[in-house]
T-cell receptor
Framework: EAQVTQNPRYLITVTGKKLTVTCSQN?????MSWYRQDPGLGLRQIYY???????DKGDVPEGYKVSRKEKRNFPLILESPSPNQTSLYFC?????????????FGEGSRLTVL | AQTVTQSQPEMSVQEAETVTLSCTYD???????LFWYKQPPSRQMILVIR??????QNATENRFSVNFQKAAKSFSLKISDSQLGDAAMYFC?????????????FGKGTKLSVIP
């Protein structure tokens, strides 16, 4: 089954404790991206990657890191989480440019930073 | 940069009735793609319908259809015969069709309630 898998789905952590949210897709997609969703703000892009070893900042990259060492994986790293990073996070992938180009989303990771 | 605006934060519809969700976007490009995503309480983001800008014909997927007005930069979603399972957050999204364009820009969403 074609899917984007994120882990963990739920996480409660404390300020400053490094954490990683993993993301893996099995569709051989070139493009992968991370979004955060906050009430009233919609989905905002954190980082994206157009291919292996190619990453770039989205709209809200501060406090986050990513890496793309393999095509299928795109982990999101919070080196020193803060309470303002409490949010719902989505990983997504797509084939890249051209039609149809829609994003396939993971199921979301609810992160709480105390 | 492109922007997507959903002017209705919340809407409600009676079961079996029809509802239209609004979306407008701002772009200087002539070729692009538009999408509607649904996010039910389960949080999963589900593609509802998509439209290519150069196609005049409005896209339709079962009970879901769009009214695409390119000149007005409007992309509304019509849900016919609304069902309880249609209750969700709906997001409109824009993507350039240009070479090297991968990113989707989302609106802030419209929360749809379905009244039994």
């Amino acid at each position: 089954e074609a899917q984007v898998t994120q882990n963990p789905r739920y996480l409660i952590t404390v300020t400053g404790k490094k954490l990683t949210v993993t993301c893996s897709q099995n569709m051989n997609h070139e493009y992968m991206s991370w979004y955060r969703q906050d009430p009233g703000l919609g989905l905002r892009q954190i980082y994206y990657s157009m291919n292996v070893e190619v990453t770039d900042k989205g709209d809200v990259p501060e406090g986050y890191k990513v890496s793309r060492k393999e095509k299928r994986n795109f982990p999101l790293i919070l080196e020193s989480p803060s309470p303002n990073q409490t949010s719902l996070y989505f990983c997504a992938s797509s084939t890249g440019q051209g039609w149809p180009g829609e994003l396939f989303f993971g199921e979301g990771s609810r992160l709480t930073v105390l | 940069a492109q922007t997507v605006t959903q002017s209705q934060p919340e809407m409600s519809v009676q079961e079996a009735e029809t509802v239209t969700l609004s979306c407008t976007y701002d772009t200087s490009e002539s070729d692009y793609y538009l999408f509607w995503y649904k996010q039910p309480p389960s949080r999963q983001m589900i593609l509802v319908i998509r439209q290519e800008a150069y196609k005049q014909q409005n896209a339709t997927e079962n009970r879901f259809s769009v009214n695409f007005q390119k000149a007005a930069k409007s992309f509304s979603l019509k849900i016919s015969d609304s069902q309880l399972g249609d209750a969700a957050m709906y997001f409109c999204a824009y993507r350039s069709a240009g070479a090297g364009s991968y990113q989707l820009t989302f609106g802030k969403g419209t929360k749809l309630s379905v009244i039994p």
